[in-house]
Each structure stands twice: as C-alpha cells, then as structure tokens.
C-alpha cells in the first residue's frame, strides 16, 4: 500500500470512528489499524525524509547535491 493509500485509509477510519453508533469492538479492531497504518506510514516518511537531498549552488555556478542531516 503507498503512503498516500495509507493517509486515505486513515482518514475513512476517523471518519467511522466519528460517526454515530460504531460497535465498541468494531472501533477498537478500527483503532488498531489505524495505529498499525500510522505506524507504517510513519516509517516510509522517515525514509523518503533521508533520502531528501539539497540543490547548492557553490559560487562557481555549479550546482551540487547535498543530503540534508536530520
């Protein structure tokens, strides 16, 4: 599933979780995905975050990649 699959599926749990009359365990088998999705959503953005590189210009002209720290 892509993060932004993820992200979706979030959002149609809270809106079940907010909605009127949702069993006690139908939401609670809908929190824990919801905490599983975040989690794995989670981890694929730290990733795609270490992979982020920045575009310097150094004063020749020259443009370099650098990875950002963080």
Do not use: C, H, N, W
Not at 2 to 18: C, G, N, P
Not at 28 to 50: C, Y
Request: cysteine-free; proline content about 1%; charged content about 35%.
């Amino acid at each position: 599933m892509s993060y932004e699959k993820r992200v979706e599926r979030l959002q149609e749990i809270v809106a079940d979780l907010e909605s009127d009359g949702l069993p006690l365990d139908s939401a609670l088998k809908l929190f824990e995905e919801g905490i599983e999705i975040l989690r794995l959503a989670s981890d694929e953005l730290t990733t795609a975050e270490g992979r982020v590189q920045l575009l310097i210009e150094r004063a020749e002209g020259v443009f370099e990649t650098r990875d950002i720290d963080g």
